[in-house]
């Protein structure tokens, strides 16, 4: 991994190098351990001038998993004393390696930060570098989607085991402890965000945060969840029926999502605009009478986060590659009653491959639990 992990750094150079700028700070996470395999708390990375990197701690990586496993080619530098910033020893370093200009990530930094790095390098020109990292992360290599794909395995795995037992007097709140167990059990790292689970009248809600309420017979069970695997993070969403045959109106409901899911995973090509993907399943709901209960988007890039670029939605510019990971995940929430949402995590593929490529596959069949 160290050569994926050098010519990742190696191409932003050469972008910072184009646009005038000798180094670059890289302070956001997800992007400090795309660029460095591994980001302890607080980190930074310095793309240095000349050609050498380095990673500054505010203290010693503590080894745990969660952080990753850094990259050997990397120097480290770890502040002494508590209370030092690594951006400022970062840019300080840049300052007195004769750089001119730095690019930073204003959207990431605070204005504070900003200022403290202006006060250590007055002489620094400080350039905006943009989402240059975010654009570079969108095409996944082979071996991020194989995170992926075990990923989606491991929380495949835990809901189908949690489909299998006693749902009925069960608490959201129970059920959602209950899966994130199962989730580490199989081998992830942990959750990759706080799972959700709805009934009745909260099912089919986005990101629904578990309550107390117990499972009903006739109930309509929402569930959402994902794992991280090596910082890899993957999403599912499944609706089911409880303890009894789906009354007409669940099963209305149900086929219109279906439809408008299965509209917008047939859409996933590359070349195709974000915004006709949503369309293609957003039109699907809005010309069933739903359209004022749609989400903002159908969905969004996964990756070393949740909810990364691209976003599939109405005003989003831009067209896929292939070799993105994507969610596409409408949903339908009818205040008082429910509803349903169905949601895939898939990586874009050409046609001449096969087309999109299902990570996520527990059934999507309406089921009687």
Known sequence: MSDVYAARRALLR???????????????????????????????????PGGEDMLFCAG??????????????????????PGGDPAVAAADLAASARAESLAVEEHHLTVGRHRALRSVAPALRLADLGTAVEQQRLVKDEEEIACLRIAAEIADQALGELLES????????????????????????????PTSVGTGPHSGRSRHRP????????????VCLGANYRGYRCEIGRTFVIGTSPA??????????????????EALLPGAAYRDV?????????????????????????????????????????KLDA???????????????????????????????????????????LLAL
């Open 248 to 265: 007409d109106w669940q099963i209305e409901l149900y086929d219109v999502v279906f439809a408008a899911q299965r509209a917008g995973r």
């Open 278 to 318: 949503d369309h293609a399943a957003r039109s699907v709901l809005d010309g069933a009478g739903h359209g004022e209960a749609l989400a903002p988007s159908t969905g969004h890039g996964v990756g070393l986060e949740i909810d990364e670029d691209p976003q599939l939605a109405p005003t989003a510019m831009g």
């Open 14 to 48: 050469d972008r910072c190098a184009a646009a005038g700028n000798a180094a670059a700070l890289i302070t956001r996470p997800a992007n400090v351990r795309y660029l460095a395999g591994a980001s302890p708390s607080g980190a930074v990375l310095l793309l240095g």
């Open 166 to 193: 006693i749902l009925v007097g069960r608490t959201e709140r129970h059920l959602a402890l209950e899966l994130e167990r199962r989730l580490v059990d199989h081998g992830a790292d942990g959750p990759a965000f």
């Open 323 to 365: 070799c993105v990971p994507v969610t596409v995940e409408p949903g339908v929430h009818l205040p008082g009653r429910g509803g349903v949402r169905i949601d895939d995590t898939l990586v874009v593929r050409p046609e001449a491959d096969g087309g999109p490529e299902l990570l996520t596959i527990t059934t999507k069949e």
């Open 211 to 222: 309550s107390d309420r117990r499972v009903e017979e006739g109930d309509f069970l929402s």
């Open 60 to 81: 010693p990586p503590s080894g745990a998993f969660e952080e990753g496993r850094l990259d050997e080619r990397l120097r480290l530098s770890v502040l002494e004393g």
